[in-house]
């Protein structure tokens, strides 16, 4: 996890691995981001697109089921901008959140040429990539989406793009609908077995210790419940 660490750091951390990782010669590549602005999103991005000397990022950040969003390039978190929600309130991250605006926070860095993809443009039924990602410069482009249903469209409308042009940058809303694109492109992948079934600790059973290493607000409330 580097989002704790410093610029410079971060940035040769994420080269070195990605560079080394290029020889295994995989399709795809995803970059795991902080899907709330937290971290060295921008100087990381620019790191992997030199990497990887490739155009452009496809950056799609919403995960849906966990009431985080991305709307006209803003992020939001059940509803609220991410620096208006909890999220914003983590004051112990050394990189922590300062907007709530994917082309405000990217634009810090100049190398990089932004471009936001509206949500009627992702629910349109005519979304293309491929004209947009040899602009000038090192591209990222920001996705809106709100549902499972716009991630998908938007993982759809990439598998015309030549792998070796670009990368994907999200979360788990993202990499989940690329295993569904998978799996039902491909029969012959497996689907993943249902996760056992853990009965948790009953009031009967007494006294449960919980251990959290997180300064986060929202892990301090988890924390206080009874």
Known sequence: QSRSMKEDGAAQSLFTAVSGLRSVQPRWFFKKIDTALRGNIGVEMLSMLRALEVRCALSISSIPGAGRTTVGGIQYYRGKP????????????????????????????????????????????SLRISNRINGRGKRVLVFDSETDEDIDRIV????????????????????????RYLVNSFPGIPSLPAAPVVKGPSRETGRVLIVSGSSHPMAHAQMARP
């Open 156 to 179: 759809r409308a990439s598998m015309d793009l030549e792998p070796a042009t670009f990368f994907y940058a999200g979360s788990f809303g993202l990499s989940r609908s690329l295993g």
């Open 82 to 125: 991410i620096k208006e929600s909890i999220h914003g309130e983590d004051r112990y991250n050394p990189n922590p959140v300062w907007t709530s605006s994917h082309i405000e926070l990217l634009s810090k860095i100049p190398e990089l040429d932004i471009e936001n993809i509206p949500l009627a443009e992702v629910r349109s039924g």
